[in-house]
Nanobody
Framework: EVQLQASGGGLVQAGGSLRLSCVAS????????IGWFRQGPGKEREGISC????????DYSASVKGRFTISSDNAKNTVYLQMNSLKPEDTGAYYCSAGPSWVAAALGTAAGAHEYDYWGQGTQVTVSS
């Protein structure tokens, strides 16, 4: 059974940091593009980062580039999202997802949620001002 388990969210002050983890089971992450999406209050779900851990390709949305870093540990079948310099507008539910391996190269964070096949349950990030 394919599963994605996201964790690491919490409440942090502006300027602080959090590291999200996405543990995959039932498949190998290096066979897929793993993406991080977030959905803020009253906003649409947006793709913010993705990685193909097989070829190392990564992408970031303009809203997080330079502050967030995506990485993977294939031995642990886990993808991480290190989030630094957090802002109140980063508040939202964060989801990890798995999609076809070509997504990272072809679309990057421009890929919509419909390009991804599997989703985790989400972890809440709240950034206070």
């Amino acid at each position: 059974e394919v599963q994605l388990q996201a964790s690491g969210g919490g409440l942090v002050q502006a300027g602080g940091s959090l590291r999200l983890s996405c543990v995959a089971s039932g498949f190998n992450i290096d066979d897929y593009t793993i993406g991080w999406f977030r959905q803020g209050p009253g906003k649409e779900r947006e793709g913010i980062s993705c990685i193909n851990s097989s070829d190392g390709r990564k992408d970031y949305s303009a809203s997080v580039k330079g502050r967030f870093t995506i990485s993977s540990d294939n031995a642990k079948n886990t993808v991480y999202l290190q989030m630094n310099s957090l802002k109140p507008e980063d508040t939202g539910a964060y989801y990890c997802s798995a999609g076809p391996s070509w997504v990272a190269a072809a679309l990057g964070t421009a890929a919509g949620a419909h390009e991804y096949d599997y989703w985790g349950q989400g972890t809440q990030v709240t950034v206070s001002s």
